[in-house]
């Protein structure tokens, strides 16, 4: 969008630029080829070659970026996160482990369990 908005202001700026070399080329010579009475008490206008320049425009912007596709994840049981297998923003294949628990305590549940056996 930001490139957009340079194209814009470029070609605004051409635009503007050519609008004024007809205005003053209309202006300045009739149909006859003669200049009207008001033309003749102003400067003459002078002609120049164009001039290639190197345009690169500064832009500012603030905003808020947000992800094209995000998944909210959790697991089964509880417990305390052991180890994240992925960075954040990083891609992942389907089935790809993303992070363990901390196996203590599923192990003490567990045994609790077995004890009431």
């Known amino acids: 969008m930001i490139s957009e908005v ?8 051409v635009l503007l630029a050519l609008a004024a070399c007809l205005a003053c080329k209309a202006g ?10 008001e ?3 102003l400067d003459p206008v002078r002609r120049c070659a164009p001039v290639a320049v190197r345009f690169s425009p500064r832009s500012i912007a603030t905003g808020t970026l947000k992800p094209a596709r995000s998944a909210q994840l959790g697991f089964a ?5 052991e180890r994240l297998a992925v960075e954040r923003g990083r891609s992942v294949a389907p089935g790809a482990l993303l992070a363990t628990l901390d196996a203590a305590g ?12």
């Open 6 to 13: 340079h194209d814009t202001r470029g070609r605004a700026a």
């Open 106 to 117: 599923a192990r003490a549940s567990l045994a609790q369990a077995e004890g009431g056996v």
């Open 28 to 37: 300045a010579v009739t149909t006859t080829g003669a200049a009207p009475a």
């Open 77 to 81: 049981i509880g417990g305390t996160l």
């Open 39 to 41: 033309a003749r008490d």
